[in-house]
């Protein structure tokens, strides 16, 4: 019997966890996206006569892919600090990933949850698990660079890849607006299918698309990997002491963050949660049945 309550508290405490993100996604969905947009709406009423101020409130207004993308070229910093919304992609989110880690994309973000919510429908028996012996880190911050690049070769990659617009239309088509998806090219409709199948319900996690391919989570997590060790730094973090390597940690992570390293007889298991491609959510730290995950500060 106290084996079992033992391991009842800990999935107990997932489920009501990932009810907290559900909450937290549709939080994010009325912050952000149209037809509710109050983001937009008090960054306009805040910043009357700004270009957010005067447009259209939806998520463009406040978009987080462009303006990450503009860092690397000094004469389009003149449009970011013009507008205030854009300062929210690069300094915003950033500066709370230093100092919690990388919520937004754990909880706020609608593109990404909308994925790992849903997929849980998907049985794992049909999905692929980008965990395994390709590390993700140099693959998600590689296409990273390669975004930021991509200007000075060819053109802006940025709006060609980007799953917020996609949600936007999904909101507008929700409350009868299907214009659009009239307008959509051939980068979208690609965009719209890898985002929402082979890396999101069909990828375990459902944050496959997150992990890969979202530049805001790549400069979400290099804030947060770089500053980990900062006193003030809260961040998921793994105890050694009490940890039994039972590996429910590993197999629950949405974007594939932790890694159970099985020793030998002479070595002895470790677990390892990457910063590079944690995104916060907690779910390993409220399943673990022994409290060898945490979300606190350097001990």
Not at 40 to 56: H, K, Q
Not at 229 to 256: N, Q, T, W, Y
Request: glycine letters at 10%; a positive charge.
């Amino acid at each position: 019997m106290l084996h079992s309550e033992t391991l009842r508290a800990p999935a107990t405490a997932l489920r009501r966890n990932r009810l907290w993100r559900i909450g937290a996604f549709f939080i994010g969905l009325v912050l952000f996206y149209a037809p509710f947009a109050l983001f937009v709406r008090l960054l306009g009423a805040a910043f009357p006569g700004t270009t957010v101020a005067n447009s259209v409130p939806d998520v463009h207004q406040v978009c987080l892919r462009m303006p990450i993308t503009w860092i690397v070229q000094p004469w389009l910093w003149p449009t970011m600090v013009g507008n205030p919304a854009y300062l929210f992609a690069i300094l915003v989110l950033p500066i709370a990933a230093i100092i919690a880690g990388p919520l937004f994309c754990g909880w706020l973000c609608p593109a990404g949850g909308l994925t790992e919510h849903v997929g849980r429908v998907v049985p794992d028996r049909w999905k692929w698990d980008l965990h395994g012996p390709v590390p993700l880190a140099p693959l998600r911050y590689g296409f990273f660079a390669g975004m930021l690049l991509a200007p000075f070769v060819t053109s802006n990659i940025c709006c060609s890849f980007c799953n917020f617009t996609p949600m936007q239309y999904f909101m507008n088509a929700g409350t009868g607006d299907f214009r659009g998806f009239m307008y959509w090219s051939s980068t979208y409709m690609v965009t719209m299918v890898v985002w929402l199948i082979p890396l999101g319900l069909f990828t375990k996690g459902g944050r496959g698309w997150c992990t890969l391919l979202c530049p805001v989570g790549a400069l979400s997590n290099l804030s947060s990997a770089v500053t980990g060790r900062l006193p003030f730094a809260v961040r998921v973090r793994h105890k050694e002491s009490g940890c039994k390597a039972c590996g429910k940690c590993e197999d629950i992570c949405p974007p594939r963050a932790v890694t159970v390293r099985k020793g030998t007889e002479a070595e002895q298991q470790s677990v390892v949660v990457s910063p590079h491609i944690c995104n916060a959510c907690l779910d390993c730290v409220k399943a673990c049945p022994t409290g060898a995950m945490t979300y606190g500060r350097p001990s």
